[in-house]
């Protein structure tokens, strides 16, 4: 039954090419002969309005009746001809075939009537075809723009045109309810759907149970037919696409869902959902994650939609945590057990970076007697981001035998806590699971371990294929480490730092592991990048990581990087906020397998600036766990050279001995120690002013092909500082530059701490590298101030830091209000370049000795700098001094 519809407000929505082609065709000579095709609703009678208004206005005579007494010449316009009578029709193909007047005949394209199809083969082939129906959404903005008097913003238009998929008449029904000059919000009203909806009510009562279907999961190309169409066949879909109520490809239209649903019984929307649902499953076909969440939504209880959407968050948990947990959500309202979405929730939370909220699920799930395994899974990856492994391997042995295809995660965090037995046990007990996932976490699992008791170049080819096949699984399971990690700390301890930075881009292009943990990746790989001296890219990839939120474990890697950058670049100041920062955050975060290499970088930091208590009770943790592992040299190198570093630093050299005969024992199997060795042997011998320049040269070379070019460079440097003879000193001093070219006139200033937070001793990777003592070599310097290649002054000095005590166990000392007339931060107006570089390294409590080094001049020059500081800044005793030093260079300290 064809419904009353009031015309279109505006003729532009008749606008189609063809149609605009019509129009100018009535203004040409010659007969007009024209058929317009359009379901309804589609803007046929606004084209023929239109059309005759501009052919009355070229004084042709119109008529909308095939029996009207016309003269020749005059016009037919036939509306909705499909619904004349026989009569009607046989006068109509009289018309055509008699060619003396203009016609025009409108109708809708539904199953062919022979008396129609008769008419309009009458007209000849001069019979122009205009078909209208749905129209794009430019039309739909020049239509909104013309009604409202102002334009449309474009998420609206997507949206009105999704909601009436173009079709004329219900653009014009929500139009109705617009404003002229206001923009309507919402852009399609609800009281649309309610006036349509009794509209509606006035159809065919199998269209309107077609309609109905369609609205509530029904589709007509899908594999489950609405029950209208069983019943009826194709006519009752026909019969709706004619009345304007079906896109052209018979799918629903939005709003008259919208409508249909708005004017049934609740619980007969109910029961055709549910024997949706039944009849899908009866069919043996999958529930697709839209309609799943439509029906759960629409209080649908059912097994096989519950599943349905526990399957599709599942599939998006990684990508997109906080959809997922929204299918989750409406899993629980299907009829999921809470054990089952509880558990992903806090899955979904962890892989959305709200730790928090994680903890809270799983907390609830882990106090129950049987906890769901991959609560446990979620509980130890959480632990591990907060910074505490050990914590993750305590709820993997709590969870006792029930471990099952968890057993090699739980193996990592054994390892990274120094559970050799208990690592082992769970590797040998459990045979990996043949899934993506499986394969690669028993992969991951089997390379820690033959890091710690096998070859390191087995462990490296096993923990690469576990990165390539992780990421390459579909929902990797929430992890205490990534396989890409591993790989990296393993590849830069088997001195192969380039491998480890490949491995790391891969896995970023790869997103592996899901969009939380991509920041611990870009730290990571930030600090491959510093320790192959490559600062600006490790800048950029720390900078980058500080733009997301940091859990612990990531917040302090961020800040020991702020330390090993500023140590790099010799920049006092910085390494002095940076420290002071980085210290603030070592109680929190314990050290573990992951964090060694981190370890050893602040404790030369520490050592440089006379500030190790605070690192103690981490490096007795440290040593403790790798005692517990065998002391693994690939493992325990970086530290014992750290530890080496340290005590040159410190100048005490009973503490260097058993360090330093720990690397040289591991020469011979461990590649990291063969190039760490003999530059061991050469800063000793630099430092005694007994060295041979050939050696010191082959030493830095050594270092340089294990990756560590800046470590290379330094006791290259520090060698030609200590060289007596001219000629050799300028050959060492041209290889360092050589080794670390000069990068910029003033070095990089290390970043400050973001708003996450500040680091401590957190997971990093790769050797601690720097030398020996409390001055790093900085050849960037040489571009502005010439270097003085005469020997130093040897004569004996004073090693005190330079009028200032050394900072105390607590930290390094506080900044004190300005004295009056002081400079507040930026430039000073009263030193020059040279002396602020000096005064950063007197509130750095460098000596005479340290200074002079590093600006390549006598320790004697360094004390008359301090005098000339001293004097200019009107300071009259050591601690105002560094009171007026820390308010000239911005409160540094």
């Not at 109680?587 to 060694?596: A, V």
Request: aromatic letters at 2%; hydrophobic letters at 45%; proline letters at 8%.
């Amino acid at each position: 039954m064809a419904t009353a519809r009031p015309p279109l407000r505006v003729p532009p929505l008749a606008r189609h090419d063809q149609a605009e082609d019509l129009l100018r065709l009535a203004a040409s000579p010659g007969l007009l002969l024209v058929s317009v095709t359009g379901p309804g609703g589609s803007g046929k009678s606004v084209l023929l309005g239109a059309l005759a208004e501009r052919l009355g206005a070229s004084g042709v005579p119109t008529s909308e009746t095939v029996g009207a007494d016309l003269p020749p010449g005059g016009a037919v316009l036939v509306d909705d001809a499909h619904l004349l009578d026989a009569d009607e029709l046989d006068a109509l193909t009289r018309l055509a075939r008699a060619g003396t007047h203009h016609l025009v005949v409108a109708h809708r394209p539904g199953p062919g009537h022979p008396g129609l199809d008769g008419a309009l083969a009458a007209m000849g082939t001069r019979r122009h075809r205009v078909v209208l129906g749905p129209v794009g959404p430019g039309e739909v903005a020049r239509y909104a723009e013309e009604v409202l008097g102002l334009a449309l913003p474009a998420e609206a238009v997507a949206q009105l045109h999704r909601a009436t998929a173009g079709l004329p008449w219900l653009l014009n029904r929500v139009a109705e309810t617009w404003e002229h000059g206001r923009l309507p919000d919402p852009v399609v009203p609800p009281e649309v759907a309610t006036r349509l909806g009794v509209e509606l009510d006035h159809l065919e009562p199998a269209t309107q149970e077609l309609l109905l279907a369609l609205a509530v999961g029904f589709d007509l190309s899908g594999p489950v037919l609405p029950p209208a169409v069983l019943e009826h066949g194709s006519a009752v879909v026909d019969a709706a696409r004619d009345e304007g109520l079906l896109t052209r490809g018979a799918t629903g239209v939005p709003l008259v869902g919208a409508a249909v649903l708005a004017g049934t019984d609740p619980h007969l929307r109910h029961a055709l959902r549910y024997r949706l649902v039944e009849t899908l499953v009866e069919a043996g076909w999958p529930i697709a994650a839209t309609l799943a969440r439509d029906l759960a939504d629409a209080g649908v209880r059912h097994p096989a939609l519950a599943r349905a959407l526990l399957d599709a968050g599942d599939d998006l948990v990684s990508d997109r945590p906080e959809e997922a947990a929204g299918l989750y959500r409406a899993a629980a309202a299907a009829g999921a057990g809470e054990d089952l979405t509880a558990a992903r929730r806090a899955r979904a939370a962890a892989a959305a970076g709200d730790i928090e909220a994680a903890s809270r699920l799983v907390d609830d799930l882990l106090s129950r007697p049987e906890p769901p395994a991959l609560a446990v899974d979620v509980a130890a990856a959480v632990w591990a981001r907060r910074g505490m492994l050990a914590r993750s391997a305590e709820v993997y042995r709590w969870l006792g035998p029930r471990v099952g295809s968890s057993a090699p995660i739980a193996a990592v965090t054994m390892l990274g806590t120094g559970d050799l037995d208990g690592a082992e046990s769970l590797l040998a007990g459990v045979v990996g699971s043949p899934t993506t996932v499986g394969v690669a976490t028993r992969l991951m699992a089997e390379g820690l371990r033959c890091s710690v008791v096998g070859s390191p170049t087995r462990a490296l080819a096993l923990l690469l294929r576990a990165s390539d096949t992780l990421s390459s699984a579909a929902a990797p399971p929430p992890l205490p480490e990534l396989p890409a990690v591993l790989a990296a700390l393993v590849a830069l301890q088997n001195a192969e730092a380039p491998l480890a930075g490949t491995v790391l881009d891969d896995a970023l292009r790869a997103g592996q592991g899901g969009a939380a943990v991509r920041p611990h990746l870009l730290l990571v790989r930030s600090w491959t990048a510093m320790l192959r001296d490559q600062p600006a890219p490790a800048r950029a990839a720390l900078a980058e990581a500080r733009e997301h939120r940091l859990d612990g474990r990531d917040r302090c890697l961020a800040l020991t990087l702020d330390v090993g950058l500023a140590r790099r670049a010799d920049d006092a100041a910085a390494l002095v906020r940076a420290w002071s920062a980085a210290r603030e955050q070592l109680l929190r975060c314990p050290s573990d397998l992951f964090t060694i290499q981190a370890l050893a970088e602040l404790h030369v930091c520490a050592a440089r600036l006379r500030d190790t208590e605070i690192l103690e009770p981490h490096l007795t943790d440290a040593w403790a766990l790798l005692e517990r592992l065998g002391r693994p040299a690939h493992w325990a190198v970086p530290l014992h050279w750290g530890a080496v570093q340290a005590a040159i630093l410190a100048d005490r050299p009973q503490d260097l001995r058993p360090h330093a005969a720990a690397v040289v024992a591991a020469a011979p199997t461990n590649r990291l120690a063969a190039a760490l060795a003999p530059a061991g042997r050469a800063w000793v011998r630099v430092l005694a002013r007994s060295f041979d320049a050939a050696e010191v040269e082959e030493a830095a070379e050594g270092l340089a092909r294990a990756g560590m070019v800046w470590e290379g460079a330094r006791l290259v440097g520090h060698a030609a500082a200590r060289a007596d003879d001219r000629r050799e000193q300028g050959r060492l001093l041209a290889r360092a530059r050589a080794m670390h070219p000069v990068r910029a006139t003033v070095p990089e200033a290390a970043p400050a701490a973001g708003p996450t937070g500040a680091p401590a001793a957190g997971p990093g990777v790769g050797s601690s590298g720097g030398g020996p003592t409390r001055t790093d070599h900085r050849l960037a310097r040489t571009a502005r101030h010439p270097v003085d290649v005469r020997p130093v002054d040897v004569r004996p000095v004073d090693v005190r830091p330079v009028d200032a005590a050394p900072p105390t166990p607590g930290g390094p000392p506080r900044a004190a209000p300005p004295p009056t007339g002081a400079g507040g931060g930026g430039v000073s107006t009263l030193l020059s370049d040279r002396e602020r570089e000096v005064a950063a390294m007197v509130l750095a409590g460098r000596t005479y000795r340290d200074i002079g080094e590093t600006l390549y001049i006598s320790p004697r020059t360094a004390e008359h700098h301090v005098a000339r500081i001293r004097r200019r800044l009107g300071a009259q005793s050591r601690s105002d001094l560094l009171v007026r030093l820390r308010a000239e260079l911005g409160g540094g300290g």
